[in-house]
């Protein structure tokens, strides 16, 4: 499940894990609350393919296809299942960007919270989008 996306944040930055994935998809970067969610420290997933560490098996192939359509168009905004270190799986929601480099190499920025705190999120969005776009007297936050 995932689709091409506007700019637009996928939530809160402080929520968010984060992770940079070199050209190949080997992580280069790795957040410190990522290594909270995920349960990895740095050590364990740097200079290792995310595919490897971080998704199961039978979650493959929707992994390899938010990718291919990450490299196509840019980026991608989707849900997919994460490995733990635990073993378990956790439906995450993954905003990735492309990043290039001086040098002109391409990496990959993902941020990522537990899936349902990113639904929660955009239905709080919406709820106030809505409520800024019919209110009859001015609003502001």
């Given at each position: 499940?995932?689709?091409?996306?506007?700019?637009?944040?996928?939530?809160?930055?402080?929520?968010?894990?984060?992770?940079?994935?070199?050209?190949?998809?080997?992580?280069?970067?790795?957040?410190?609350?990522?290594?909270?969610?995920?349960?990895?420290?740095?050590?364990?997933?740097?200079?290792?393919?995310?595919?490897?560490?971080?998704?199961?098996?039978?979650?493959?192939?929707?992994?390899?296809?938010a990718?291919?359509?990450?490299?196509?168009?840019?980026?991608?905004?989707?849900?997919?299942?994460?490995?733990?270190?635990?073993?378990?799986?956790?439906?995450?929601?993954?905003?990735?960007?492309?990043?290039?480099?001086?040098?002109?190499?391409?990496?990959?920025?993902?941020?990522?919270?537990?899936?349902?705190?990113?639904?929660?999120?955009?239905r709080?969005?919406?709820?106030?989008?809505?409520?800024f776009?019919?209110?009859?007297?001015?609003?502001?936050?």
């Amino acid at each position: 499940m995932g689709h091409h996306s506007s700019g637009r944040g996928t939530a809160c930055a402080h929520h968010a894990a984060s992770a940079v994935l070199d050209y190949w998809g080997t992580v280069a970067g790795w957040s410190l609350r990522a290594q909270v969610l995920l349960g990895y420290p740095e050590s364990a997933v740097i200079r290792r393919p995310a595919f490897d560490v971080l998704i199961d098996p039978g979650d493959l192939p929707a992994a390899k296809e938010a990718a291919a359509t990450c490299r196509r168009e840019g980026g991608w905004f989707g849900v997919l299942a994460v490995r733990q270190r635990s073993g378990r799986l956790m439906e995450m929601g993954f905003r990735a960007r492309a990043l290039l480099r001086g040098d002109h190499v391409r990496e990959w920025f993902l941020a990522g919270a537990p899936a349902a705190e990113v639904l929660e999120w955009l239905r709080d969005r919406a709820v106030l989008d809505g409520s800024f776009r019919r209110c009859p007297i001015g609003l502001a936050a």
